[in-house]
């Protein structure tokens, strides 16, 4: 959801907005690693305030599955590329070398 201004242009979501994004995002995560049922404990603390982003992911989890440390760095960095986009931020490294 982005909100639009009285032209119907977009403009940048809200708090909301982005900490629900990277929260979905994260979840999707772990979720396509577990089963549900699996998951033991599972922790996402999404903040968004003065256009800082922190995302904390503790998962508890059977590591027969996945590494769940691998798991969560994995959630925390699908959140952060979840909220790029959602504001058009282009991550992708360029290569000036060449």
Do not use: H, I
């Not at 907005?17 to 599972?42: H, I, K, M, P």
């Amino acid at each position: 959801m982005v909100d639009t201004d009285s032209n119907g242009s977009s403009s940048e979501p809200d708090d909301e907005t982005v900490v629900r994004t990277a929260a979905e995002a994260a979840e999707g995560v772990v979720f396509a690693n577990y089963r549900q049922s699996a998951v033991r404990d599972l922790d996402v603390t999404v903040t968004f305030e003065e256009g800082v982003l922190e995302v904390d992911v503790y998962l508890n989890a059977p590591d027969a599955e996945a590494d769940p440390d691998a798991v969560a760095d994995e959630a925390a960095r699908a959140a952060r590329a979840a909220v790029d986009d959602l504001f058009g931020v282009d991550d992708e490294p360029t290569d000036d070398a060449a």
